[in-house]
């Protein structure tokens, strides 16, 4: 009968590493990896705070210009998809669930983009850059109406490179 666990001169591959450089690579990966992911979680929610800034500057102009959004579904929309989801998907770059994270704040930046280009951008409304007052607060929603669509834009960029790069499936 064959041991179990053969002896390191007979030969056989032993089910335990003979010396610690048997286990540097797989110990190193995981280092590499943490540190992937960390800068992930770094790079994820400092977007998501630098983009905080213009989001927060923008609904002040809003309110300062008595621009309100007549349908509560599209403003239940705008604190879920504008500003909550962001945040969440930045807690979660920092947990275990890093790359539902980074999905969340995929699809929370997109469909941010998509709503204030149509709203900011395409459709003639109060909510329409070209349609505010000559005032510090209408230069202020319109200077943070663009700061906010580049910063969602390079948040799905963002986004994609982390699901494809550090936070790819294995």
């Known amino acids: 009968m064959k041991p179990?666990?053969?002896?390191?001169?007979?030969?056989?591959?032993?089910?335990?590493?003979?010396?610690?450089?048997e286990i540097r690579p797989v110990t190193d990966n995981a280092r590499r990896n943490g540190r992937l992911s960390r800068l992930a979680a770094w790079i994820g929610t400092a977007l998501v705070a630098v983009r905080a800034v213009p989001l927060v500057l923008h609904s002040a102009a809003h309110v300062e210009l008595a621009i309100f959004l007549p349908s509560v579904l599209a403003n239940v929309y705008i604190w879920m998809v504008l500003f909550i989801a962001p945040v969440v998907a930045a807690g979660l770059l920092w947990t275990s669930a890093a790359r539902s994270g980074a999905w969340l704040l995929l699809w929370s930046m997109f469909g941010s983009l998509i709503f204030e280009l149509y709203n900011h951008f395409m459709v003639m409304s109060p909510d329409h850059v070209s349609q505010v007052p000559d005032t510090f607060w209408g230069h202020t929603f319109q200077v943070t109406a663009a700061a906010t669509a580049v910063l969602e834009a390079a948040g799905c960029a963002i986004a994609i490179y982390l699901l494809s790069g550090p936070l790819r499936r294995a």
């Open 4 to 21: 179990k666990f053969p002896h390191r001169g007979s030969g056989e591959k032993s089910f335990f590493p003979k010396n610690f450089e």
